[in-house]
């Protein structure tokens, strides 16, 4: 065999400057999220009084009785605190479940199986990523209703099944286009079925892509208050009583309260991500057997 060569060439000096930009440019930006936080942090331990009167400087005394009557005032419809967050948690990982593995699926038929229009119907799920969200709110507003979805368990499913279309679709079909067809026809020899290839062949190679996907789509599902207010009601999220909380802010002001509120929603995506992101960067390198 031959031996295969590492060639260390070295950056050109344009090179090294758009390298050393590009890292000034992410590393502002980190500081300015991280600026953010803290400074919502900081906020959430002052008195209303304290936040008006000198909102960037240190608390000058840390109330953290703020969070605990943030979650007594925070409510929507009657549902408190405590009931948004069940809300949450139970709507966010039904629709991330729910939408991520059907649509690696249908990105697992579109790479790997002919069938007809096949092109017409990627070309047509191009085409609708390129209409504006609101575009087709009105008509999918209206189906929803129509089909007595709204306020039921079925509007998660559906809306969950939905997301197998879209950018999500493009990108499980490049992932599973890269997999090579040997092991997958060698393990259909044996006479393995096409859900076995697909659960126990196919998606164990791509848990990094997997994973990813499904901490975007969680942290997504986890801040939309749009659905609450158009489809589920009955069934207000975190996000959705926060918002409903902004907007009293306007007639009866108690900003610390509200970032309380805003701090605590802000734990659960950040332990998924914590938990996670090691599936991500630890298995980047895994995989090899399916490759070309």
Do not use: H
Request: glycine content about 8%; charged content about 15%; some cysteine.
């Amino acid at each position: 065999m031959k031996k295969l060569e590492i060639v260390n060439r070295r950056r050109t000096v344009g090179e090294r400057i758009v390298f050393v930009l590009i890292w000034i440019w992410f590393m502002l930006y980190s500081l300015s999220m991280i600026a953010v936080l803290i400074w919502a942090f900081l906020s959430s331990l002052k008195s209303n009084r304290e936040f008006f009167s000198a909102p960037f400087s240190l608390p000058s005394k840390w109330l953290l009785s703020n969070y605990i009557e943030a979650v007594k005032i925070l409510k929507y419809k009657n549902i408190g605190f405590l009931g948004m967050i069940w809300n949450s948690l139970w709507m966010t990982l039904a629709g991330t479940i729910i939408g991520t593995f059907t649509s690696a699926a249908c990105g697992y038929v579109f790479a790997k199986y002919d069938f007809p229009l096949k092109k017409a119907m990627l070309s047509f799920n191009v085409f609708v990523i390129t209409i504006p969200l609101l575009g087709g709110g009105a008509a999918g507003y209206k189906l929803i209703y129509d089909l007595q979805l709204d306020n039921s368990v079925w509007y998660i499913v559906v809306n969950g099944i939905s997301m197998c279309f879209g950018m999500n679709l493009i990108i499980w079909k490049a992932a599973f286009s890269n997999q090579s067809l040997s092991m997958a026809e060698a393990a259909e020899l044996d006479g393995a079925g096409n859900w076995t290839i697909f659960l126990k062949i196919a998606m164990p190679t791509i848990v990094p892509i997997f994973v990813a996907l499904s901490i975007t789509n969680f942290i997504a599902g986890w801040n939309d208050y749009m659905t609450t207010f158009m489809y589920m009601d009955n069934y207000p999220t975190l996000a959705a009583g926060l918002y409903f909380y902004r907007e009293e802010l306007k007639y009866a002001s108690n900003e610390p309260l509200y970032f309380a509120g805003a701090v605590i929603s802000i734990v659960p995506p950040v332990l998924v991500f914590a938990f996670m992101q090691t599936k991500v960067f630890g298995q980047l390198n895994l995989g090899g057997g399916l490759k070309g």
